[in-house]
């Protein structure tokens, strides 16, 4: 007896085969079972399709930096898997992988070990022994497909957000917050390639800081990748990036500077 055979004679007869019927205001709806795992999200084949020709979670998961000692641990590619397709749906909040969590259908496309996604807490412990300096050069290195896809010559366009923060986070601090004035918040740091979806850095910052803050720490990070130094024709901001410091980095003579990329407004 298959599993939709059991799974029939749990119902009333004639259930299974008429199903429900609906008299709604559009008229009559029947609703039918269906033994198959199904998910709103049809579009994370496209995203697991696309995550499996870059081959960048693979790569993450073989490079990771931390010891994990326990044999009951969630693997380190699903961690991540669930945390990008998080971030994907629009998360803001680890808490809100707990809207995925429960579908297994995401799980089974997305190729979980343990055929659930894994909980908010699992991307927080993943890390949290990890010191700051080696988690970046683990992420740093995938970096690579990134720069690789920078146009010959490109611009860079710097910005900032703000992005609001309830409970206690590391860096949250009261400073100038547009949609929720008095609340603490952070304030990143954002730099992307000129028409183009292509991120190229971004900056951790309190919430109390301006725009231009650690803005050359930042572009130091930037500039000493090779591909960005010998494409890198620009740098571009609005009038809160016009600072005496900026303006002098773009200046300096410098044999790491071949192009001496200029500040636009």
Known sequence: MSELDQWIDLH??????????????????TVSTCPDRLTP??????????LEKLGVVKDLAQRFPGTRTSPNATPVGD????????????????AHARRLQDDR???????????????????TRLCAKVPKPQARSWLAFSER??????????????????????????????????????????HPLLCVVAGTRLALHMEWRPG???????WIEAMEKIWSHPDVSERLKMNRG???????????????????????PKNGS
């Not at 009333?12 to 709806?29: D, P, Q």
């Not at 609005?238 to 001496?260: C, M, T, Y």
Request: glycine share 10%; proline share 4%; hydrophobic share 40%.
């Open 12 to 29: 009333l007869k004639g259930e299974a085969e008429e199903c429900f019927r609906f008299e709604c205001g559009s008229g009559v709806v």
């Open 41 to 50: 999200y049809g579009g994370v084949a496209a995203w697991s399709h696309y």
């Open 79 to 94: 961690i991540l898997q669930a945390f990008m397709f998080n971030c994907l749906m629009g998360g803001r909040r680890f």
């Open 105 to 123: 259908a995401v799980a089974v496309v997305l190729g979980m070990k343990k055929d659930r996604l894994c909980g908010e807490d699992a991307f």
């Open 145 to 186: 497909d990134l720069y690789a896809a920078l146009p010959s010559a490109f611009i860079a366009d710097w910005d900032s957000t703000v992005n609001t923060r309830y409970g206690r986070q590391e860096d949250v601090a009261i400073g100038y917050n547009p949609h929720k004035p008095g609340r603490g918040s952070h």
């Open 208 to 214: 109390n800081t301006v725009s231009a803050s650690n």
């Open 238 to 260: 609005d009038i809160g990036f016009s600072q005496e410091k900026i303006l002098a980095w773009h200046e300096q003579p410098n044999v790491l500077r071949p192009h001496n």
